[in-house]
């Protein structure tokens, strides 16, 4: 099927800005201006907008990059890309004397590159614009929050969105989480509570590993709005990014949040009967990797696990070029990024073989919650949902992959846009109402 229009008018600007930030990046590393001269000449930036600077917006995925992004800092589903500047000038070269002679070429200075924090604080800004461009704002529900301790690695923030609606006589702690800056307290176990006990999925975010959060405007939204719905508590692990915590932590991490939502589930209000586990992009794969320890640990039973576009080969063996060749995106640049996401999160290139990084590749997929994967057509990612799909059938575990046509990786931003992001929601939502069956 054709990509869908909404994503075939940004694909021509993200196509552009791809090649272009690619070739400037060698120019500037082999200090060889002609390759940016020929970036430019390839993929001229837009002319700017009225009134606003200019900026490729990212759209399609490649290798599972996640859209909204533009020139400051393009978040990802798989990673970050960053515009590397424009050609050299000619100051700092030599100027001729008396007599006319050809300039000295110097060497130009190293651009100073932006930090990581630089990196994430414009890649939120950019995804704030981009919920009020094309998203859907979350309703105001209760959330709070709380800070879980991880054996040897760093302590874990959960966010708690609970399907009612906050209101007035919400305590103040739950008041403050309602502007996504809730304050972090203790549960308490013994408290008592007018509320029923809910049903609630663990989720994990998407972001490559190495960018995103639950303070991101588009993921805070989507887990309001899917809390609401659905009418379940939305238990969200703000885990640790690469590559300043590599490998095992965020995993790490989520099972001790498992671990942690079953001990006080009572306290929190959430029924520890009915849980399922979820995630997206790089969080599919946190998630798929947690219930991998939870059934060897064989503690904590799971509904399901629902896994949106998820990354679960981490070896790049299982990574569908087509999508990247049907969008016109030079395949090496997909390539180029799945390799930097392992190399930013593993730390060793043999740990991509490590089942609680690669969960496809794990010995034995026997035991496992039934799964509900969601790809989508124009995605690099589609081969592994679809080859994960098939491992847990084979192991007998209940699996259905269901993919999107026309879609890309980051569709379920859309939803103020994408007739088909909206879809994909009430799937969502429909699956996690079985937790109420």
Partial sequence: MPLDPFFADRLRTHRAYLIRTTLQGFAEKWDQPWLARLAVRLAPPPAPAHGAASGARA?????????????????????????LGSTPSSA??????????????????????????????????WDRKELAAV????????????LVPVPGRPDVRVRIYYPDL?????????????????????????????????????????????????????????????????????????????????????????HAALGWLVREAAGLGIDADRLAISGISAGGNIAAAVTLLNRDAATIPLRFQLLEVPVV????????????????????LAAR???????????????????????????????LPPAHILTAEYDALRGEGAAYGAAL?????????VRYLGMTHDTPIFLG?????????????????????
Avoid: C
């Avoid at 759209?59 to 589903?77: C, F, I, N, Q």
């Avoid at 100027?95 to 932006?114: D, E, F, G, L, N």
């Fill in 393 to 401: 059938r084979a192991a007998g575990v209940e699996a259905s992959v």
């Fill in 166 to 254: 906050a209101d007035a006589d919400a305590d103040a702690d739950a008041d403050a989480a309602t502007d996504s800056a809730a304050s972090i307290r203790q549960p308490e176990p013994d408290a008592t509570t007018e509320r029923s006990l809910v049903p609630a999925t663990l989720a994990f975010y998407g972001g490559g590993f190495r960018i995103g959060g639950i303070d991101y405007p588009t993921t805070d939204a989507g887990f309001r709005l899917r809390a609401f719905d659905a009418g379940v508590a939305v238990v969200a692990v703000d885990y640790a990014l690469a590559p300043e915590h590599k490998f095992p932590t965020a995993v790490e991490q989520g």
């Fill in 92 to 125: 700092g070269r030599s100027t001729p004397t008396s007599v006319p002679t050809a300039p000295a070429r110097k060497r130009a200075a190293p651009k100073k590159k932006p930090t990581r924090s630089a990196h994430r604080k414009a890649a939120i800004a």
């Fill in 313 to 332: 080969d981490l070896t790049g063996k299982h990574v569908d070029f087509g999508p990247v060749r049907a969008l016109g995106v030079p395949a090496f």
């Fill in 59 to 83: 759209v399609a995925s490649t290798a599972g990059a996640r859209s909204g992004s533009g020139p400051a800092a393009e978040k990802s589903g798989l990673g970050t890309a960053v515009t």
């Fill in 417 to 437: 846009s994408v007739p088909a992001a909206r879809r994909w929601h009430r799937d969502v939502v429909s699956a996690l109402r079985t937790l109420h069956d």
């Fill in 337 to 367: 990024e799945m390799r930097s996401v392992a190399r930013t999160y593993l730390p060793a290139p043999a740990d991509a073989r490590n089942p609680l990084a690669s969960p496809l590749l794990a010995p034995s997929h026997a035991g």
């Fill in 135 to 146: 998203g859907r704002p979350g309703p105001d529900v209760r959330i709070v929050e709380y």
